[in-house]
């Protein structure tokens, strides 16, 4: 039997002004969060510009950041 090891999680979606305070607050380009939480520079773009990501790449930018992943995301659909 050959099991795929990959899991899609799917996207979830971003508060993109609360990601962009948050770093901003901290004096963070996107890159210099990217690099902190061990990131390409196009992930943390892809989160602030497409207001989604994987919620693994989420919970990286939030470790960062200092705050829960939930704090991240966009509320109420």
């Known amino acids: 039997m050959c099991y795929n090891s990959f899991v899609n999680y799917g996207a979830v979606e971003v ?44 919970k990286k930018v939030a470790d960062v950041l200092g705050v829960l992943p939930t704090d991240l995301l966009k509320k109420g659909r």
Do not use: M
């Open 15 to 58: 508060n993109v002004a609360k990601l962009q305070e948050l770093r901003i607050n901290q004096g963070l380009s996107q890159r210099q969060l990217a690099e902190r939480a061990g990131l390409s520079p196009g992930a943390v773009w892809r989160l602030e510009n497409q207001g989604s990501g994987r919620p693994d790449t989420l």
